[in-house]
């Protein structure tokens, strides 16, 4: 819902309050990770902020509605996002999809029927939520997607990743180390329309680089789902010298299989989004790549979508937020992205 407005004052720096805990303090930047990086516990600053407007009727109100609350991927956008809403003066409701499609449209559902003033949401189903963004859209409430990308004039704002090209980034690396042979298993998400675009883009790489792309594990983007469909693609398949795993459960749980069985001298790991699993996994050489959106900028972008398109301010539909490779050389750098 559009609010009358009068242009914020200007711009501010602002204390960054985590979501549920204690204020942190800000750090380097977020457009530049591996020269800015923050402290444990802290978050980076954002790139941009929203120009905001004066409410007239009472506190802007925005609700979020993330995949689920179990990865740290979905925390750190939350917690970005909590935290310019804070120092926004902007009441923000979270909601859990829990890795649920119709969970997740009932929620933005609610949020409509509720009044607020505009709707952030992370898809697991990018069809399959366009009737409920259609509808807030009929009712005048805007809707930002960030990282999955929902196709529909609804949207209003998209902020996120290129994930096709993420995986064909990470697939182009795999294939300078493996020298174009081999073949490849890949731990996926296939209720995901994210990790599907994941999936493709490292699969076409890869094939088209030389290598072959074996079984194919759906690990439903749940941790313990995950570890159980990688212990079986390792088990089935002993001569398998590579695995990508397409979101962050899928490679926690991959890397518990395969330190489970022992199998760190046997094959390389690539996949997406740092966790503490991950790190070490690269540190101890086994896990060769890891793709890492910037999650902060995530939540802080969308959130600035959402309170400039409730004030009636220009957004830009399209805000693509780059990616980067994390290796075993340069990880120091990134493990910032650790602080929750």
Same mark, same amino acid.
């Given at each position: 819902?559009?609010?009358?407005?009068?242009?914020?004052?200007?711009?501010?720096?602002?204390?960054?309050?985590?979501?549920?805990?204690?204020?942190?303090?800000?750090?380097?930047?977020?457009?530049?990770?591996?020269?800015?990086?923050?402290?444990?516990?802290?978050?980076?600053?954002?790139?941009?902020?929203?120009?905001?407007?004066?409410?007239?009727?009472?506190?802007?109100?925005?609700?979020?509605?993330?995949?689920?609350?179990?990865?740290?991927?979905?925390?750190?956008?939350?917690? #970005?996002?909590? @935290?310019?809403? %804070? &120092?926004?003066? /902007?009441?923000? !409701?979270?909601?859990?999809? $829990?890795? +649920?499609?119709?969970?997740?449209?009932?929620?933005?559902?609610?949020?409509?029927?509720?009044?607020?003033?505009?709707?952030?949401?992370?898809?697991?189903?990018?069809?399959?939520?366009?009737?409920?963004?259609?509808?807030?859209?009929?009712?005048?409430?805007?809707?930002? #997607?960030?990282? @999955?990308?929902? %196709? &529909?004039?609804? /949207?209003?704002? !998209?902020?996120?990743?290129? $994930?096709? +090209?993420?995986?064909?980034?990470?697939?182009?690396?795999?294939?300078?180390?493996?020298?174009?042979?081999?073949?490849?298993?890949?731990?996926?998400?296939?209720?995901?329309?994210?990790?599907?675009?994941?999936?493709?883009?490292?699969?076409?790489?890869?094939?088209?680089?030389?290598?072959?792309?074996?079984?194919?594990?759906?690990?439903?983007?749940? !941790?313990?789902?995950?570890?159980?469909?990688?212990?079986?693609?390792?088990?089935?398949?002993?001569?398998?010298?590579?695995?990508?795993?397409?979101?962050?459960?899928?490679?926690?749980?991959?890397?518990?299989?395969?330190?489970?069985?022992?199998?760190?001298?046997?094959?390389?790991?690539?996949?997406?989004?740092?966790?503490?699993?991950?790190?070490?996994?690269?540190?101890?050489?086994?896990?060769?790549?890891?793709?890492?959106?910037?999650?902060?900028?995530?939540?802080?972008?969308?959130?600035?979508?959402?309170?400039?398109?409730?004030?009636?301010?220009?957004?830009?539909?399209?805000?693509?937020?780059?990616?980067?490779?994390?290796?075993?050389?340069?990880?120091?750098?990134?493990?910032?992205?650790?602080?929750?």
């Amino acid at each position: 819902m559009n609010r009358s407005l009068a242009l914020a004052a200007g711009a501010c720096l602002f204390a960054l309050a985590a979501c549920d805990s204690a204020p942190a303090p800000s750090a380097g930047p977020a457009a530049a990770p591996a020269s800015g990086s923050s402290a444990s516990g802290s978050l980076p600053e954002p790139s941009a902020q929203p120009v905001g407007c004066t409410p007239t009727d009472g506190p802007m109100k925005v609700g979020l509605v993330t995949i689920n609350l179990q990865a740290l991927f979905f925390n750190q956008i939350n917690r #970005a996002a909590q @935290a310019m809403a %804070d &120092d926004q003066g /902007v009441q923000l !409701q979270i909601i859990s999809g $829990n890795d +649920d499609s119709v969970t997740q449209a009932n929620a933005i559902d609610t949020l409509v029927a509720s009044g607020v003033d505009a709707i952030i949401v992370d898809a697991i189903d990018t069809e399959g939520i366009k009737p409920s963004v259609q509808a807030a859209d009929a009712a005048g409430i805007p809707v930002v #997607a960030v990282d @999955a990308i929902v %196709d &529909d004039p609804a /949207v209003k704002a !998209q902020v996120g990743t290129a $994930n096709a +090209d993420g995986g064909a980034a990470m697939g182009k690396a795999l294939l300078e180390q493996s020298g174009g042979q081999g073949e490849v298993g890949i731990v996926g998400a296939l209720n995901s329309t994210i990790q599907l675009e994941r999936q493709k883009g490292f699969e076409d790489t890869v094939t088209g680089g030389g290598m072959t792309v074996g079984t194919v594990v759906d690990g439903k983007n749940v !941790q313990e789902t995950a570890q159980s469909a990688a212990e079986n693609l390792l088990t089935g398949n002993p001569g398998l010298e590579y695995v990508y795993a397409t979101g962050e459960p899928a490679l926690i749980g991959l890397a518990a299989a395969v330190r489970g069985q022992g199998a760190q001298d046997r094959v390389d790991v690539v996949g997406w989004d740092l966790s503490d699993p991950a790190v070490q996994g690269l540190r101890d050489g086994w896990i060769t790549g890891v793709v890492q959106q910037q999650t902060f900028e995530f939540g802080y972008r969308a959130m600035a979508a959402a309170i400039d398109l409730s004030c009636g301010n220009p957004v830009e539909r399209d805000q693509p937020v780059p990616t980067e490779i994390v290796t075993p050389d340069n990880v120091d750098d990134f493990t910032f992205y650790l602080a929750g």
